[in-house]
């Protein structure tokens, strides 16, 4: 990879200006993405879903925990394998190891994997993990969820919401979706070597012309 070009303070403060003005934009531009996201339309779950937990058969709805919102970060791990998907693996090492801010907002978060409970407190414990994580193993949630499909597993985010008893779907994204999870992403987005993957390569030689 090339450095960037060595200026003086001046020429780069004027960079940096122009910069600003473009993260300006794309932070105005994220806001109304996100207002976009809370106006979908919501599906109501009707279908009865069972997770083995460390506590015994636990369903969606115990996954809220008395909560009104629900993450479920859709974990790859094969029944048939025995270690978790390395890329999944990183986006819980990005967890915080404390979520009082979500459980504050009244959301809560767990993983859902198809592989069974033994693998996955085997792992968990492997890698000390506290996120809860329950085995949907036998269910048809990955798959009704896009987490699964003929290819296989996906990484995905999934997002409910309970009112009472009912719960609803409100939100799923899979595959470059699931980066808004990964922290030390951001991080790396701030440097000039980035995130160090190959994808980077053609972007990091791309001009993009300076705003009039």
């Not at 990484?155 to 922290?183: A, K, M, N």
Request: aromatic fraction near 10%; charged fraction near 30%; proline fraction near 5%.
């Amino acid at each position: 990879m090339n450095y960037p070009q060595i200026v003086t303070r001046e020429e780069w403060l004027v960079a940096r200006r122009e910069l600003l003005t473009r993260e300006k934009e794309a932070t105005r531009a994220r806001d109304r993405l996100n207002a976009e996201r809370r106006r979908l339309p919501m599906v109501k779950i009707d279908k009865q879903y069972l997770f083995d937990g460390p506590e015994g058969k636990v369903s969606l709805l115990d996954l809220f925990d008395g909560r009104r919102q629900l993450i479920v970060y859709h974990f790859m791990f094969d029944p048939s394998w025995d270690e978790g998907c390395p890329g999944c693996t990183n986006l819980v090492n990005n967890i915080p190891g404390n979520i009082t801010r979500l459980h504050e907002s009244d959301t809560s978060l767990v993983l859902v994997s198809r592989a069974p409970l033994a693998k996955l407190e085997s792992y968990k414990q492997q890698k000390n993990w506290t996120a809860r994580w329950l085995s949907s193993y036998g269910s048809d949630f990955n798959y009704d969820f896009d987490a699964t499909d003929e290819n296989g597993e996906k990484p995905g985010i999934s997002v409910f919401l309970r009112d009472g008893e009912q719960i609803f779907h409100t939100y799923s994204t899979t595959g470059r979706g699931v980066d808004i999870l990964l922290g030390t992403y951001n991080y790396l987005d701030l440097t000039p070597l980035g995130r160090q993957e190959e994808w980077e390569e053609a972007l990091n030689r791309s001009v993009i012309p300076a705003q009039s």
